[in-house]
């Protein structure tokens, strides 16, 4: 008798010990900060304006939301790419990856999760998750002044090749992020890429 009072004293004291490692423990929490990315050069094809024709095709420009950093090739592990005013997924039409996309209306400062209504897409050949051209997507483009502008207010949602959601603000089309009152639609140099984004790398849809 003495002896199994002792064998459930022992079991009773392991399971005090387990809980108190795993449920009990405070887990450390993740704070999330902005990464600010400049001056990603992404020209677009070279193009006869009287034909209209392709003269020179250029690459997209990848990029990895999950490492932070450019990526050579296609084939490479990239969540996004920009080519122009054109920005596409790793995914669909466009890669062979599984990232997702859309647009979304909101404030970045103030989008603390995906919007109950976002619906991720992957690039198509009827089109492409971030909308192309003035007005659909991330930018709006002047007739007059040649001026590509980001659109106040959209944020670009999109789910990584890991599975990871993360939320992107393009702030600049233009060389190291100029006013857009000292922008010049034909001599400043473009495009140039300036963008901050916010990752949640564990699955989470909040931020």
Not at 32 to 55: C, F, K, Q
Not at 71 to 80: A, K, M, R, T, Y
Not at 92 to 108: H, N, Y
Request: proline share 6%; hydrophobic share 35%.
């Amino acid at each position: 008798m003495k002896r199994v009072n002792a064998i459930l004293s022992s079991l009773i004291a392991i399971g005090m010990t387990t809980s108190c490692n795993s449920s009990d423990d405070p887990q450390p929490e993740i704070v999330l900060e902005a990464l600010m990315v400049e001056n990603i050069y992404a020209p677009n094809d070279v193009i006869d304006r009287s034909t209209g024709e392709v003269i020179e095709a250029r690459p997209f420009r990848y990029f990895s939301l999950e490492n932070n950093q450019l990526v050579e090739s296609q084939g490479g592990n990239w969540d996004i790419g920009f080519k122009g005013t054109t920005i596409i997924v790793n995914s669909g039409v466009s890669g062979s990856g599984s990232a997702q996309g859309t647009v979304a209306t909101g404030i970045f400062d103030e989008m603390d999760a995906i919007p109950a209504s976002a619906t991720f897409v992957s690039d198509g050949s009827e089109g492409l998750a971030i909308p192309t051209g003035s007005g659909n997507g991330w930018y709006n483009y002047n007739f007059q002044t040649h001026i590509v502008s980001p659109i106040p207010g959209r944020v670009l949602l999109i789910k990584t090749n890991a599975g990871n959601y993360a939320k992107i603000e393009i702030l600049s089309y233009y060389e190291n992020n100029p006013p857009l009152s000292e922008v010049n639609g034909l001599s400043t140099p473009s495009p140039y890429y300036t963008f901050r984004y916010v990752l949640q790398p564990n699955g989470s849809t909040f931020f």
